[in-house]
């Protein structure tokens, strides 16, 4: 099986330098995850001097580990994933959860107030993702029941539509 982790646009240090761990790694090996991409954006880790142009490729813990910092679309690697590890933002989310893969958000502390905790923190009640921090990343990947994950609802143009013909007195 496949695990997809990205960080998006950003850089989120913590959590590309998590999932080069061996715990983190483990963890994944445990749950029967033998391949892992991570797009690191700009991140800070370990093997950054590696990523060539063609990405880093290597073996760690019994994973086998492919590492890149951007691509034009992340919709081809979420296709291929089994489970997609991410930093918290709307946009990854909404793509990834439209696709029903399992998604665990680690929500990224340092940007503009904290933002993406909130998103993460109400998704996660609704029991349409997990939610995680860089600590407890490693537990959560072997808690994971992607059974017990709600299904997110399919987009549905019209809603925003009768909205807007509401606002403007049309119906």
């Known amino acids: 099986m496949l695990a997809f982790i990205t960080v998006g646009s950003t850089r989120f240090d913590a959590l590309v330098q998590t999932v080069f761990s ?5 963890s994944l090996s445990n749950k029967g995850y033998a391949r892992l991409v991570v797009q ?12 060539a142009v063609d990405g880093l490729h ?14 034009p679309s992340l919709q081809t690697e979420y296709a ?4 997609v590890i991410s930093h918290a933002g709307s946009g990854t989310i909404v793509d990834v959860l439209r696709m029903d893969k399992p998604l665990i958000v680690i929500p990224n502390p340092t940007l503009l107030d904290n933002h993406q905790q909130e998103l993460a923190e109400a998704l996660g009640e609704l029991g349409h993702l997990k939610v995680a ?3 407890t990343l490693s537990q ?21 539509r009768d909205l807007i013909d509401k606002e403007m007195g049309f119906i």
Do not use: H, M
């Not at 690191?40 to 990523?51: A, Q, T």
């Open 133 to 135: 921090t860089i600590e």
């Open 140 to 160: 959560t990947i072997l808690d994971l029941d992607s059974s017990s994950l709600v299904k997110f609802p399919p987009f549905d143009g019209s809603r925003f």
């Open 22 to 26: 061996s715990t983190v790694l483990s």
């Open 58 to 71: 290597l073996n760690k813990d019994g994973v086998q580990i492919e590492c890149w910092k951007f691509k």
């Open 40 to 51: 690191c954006g700009n991140s800070e880790f370990p093997y950054k001097d590696r990523v």
């Open 80 to 83: 291929k994933a089994d489970l």
